[in-house]
């Protein structure tokens, strides 16, 4: 059993900062590339930001410059530090990542709520 638990989510001011964590829990044998995608209102999900196992990172355009994601693998778990939120960043934020328990499958976390105000 793998779960990925999201926190940090919440409601800010236009300018402001949020960091989301994601800490992987159950008995895996590593975690490969993680990432972060969201989700707003009537919209498809996208993908936000992604971090190989190495710490190589990549960012969608409109991120670039403001978020930074990161990852601790003594703990398991993948950051993401958002700075200068716009209103258009409000989403549903999720967590993704390739596991490997038997062998490696891609597992999603529940998603947290960012709303930035304006």
């Known amino acids: 059993q793998v779960q990925l638990v999201e926190s940090g989510g919440g409601l800010v001011q236009a300018g402001g900062s949020l960091r989301l964590s994601c800490a992987v829990f159950?008995?895996?044998?590593?975690?490969?590339?993680m990432a972060w995608y969201r989700q707003a209102p009537g919209k498809q999900r996208e993908l936000v930001a992604t971090?190989?196992?190495?710490?190589?990172?990549n960012y969608t355009d409109s991120v670039k410059g403001r978020f930074t994601t990161s990852r601790d693998n003594a703990k398991n778990t993948v950051y993401l530090q958002m700075n200068s939120l716009k209103p258009e960043d409000t989403a549903v934020y999720y967590c993704?990542?390739?596991?490997?328990?038997?062998?490696?499958?891609?597992?999603w976390g529940q998603g947290t709520q960012v709303t930035v105000s304006s």
């Open positions: 993704n990542a390739d596991i490997r328990i038997l062998r490696y499958r891609n597992y």
């Open positions: 159950g008995n895996i044998v590593s975690i490969n590339a």
């Open positions: 971090i190989t196992s190495g710490g190589s990172t």
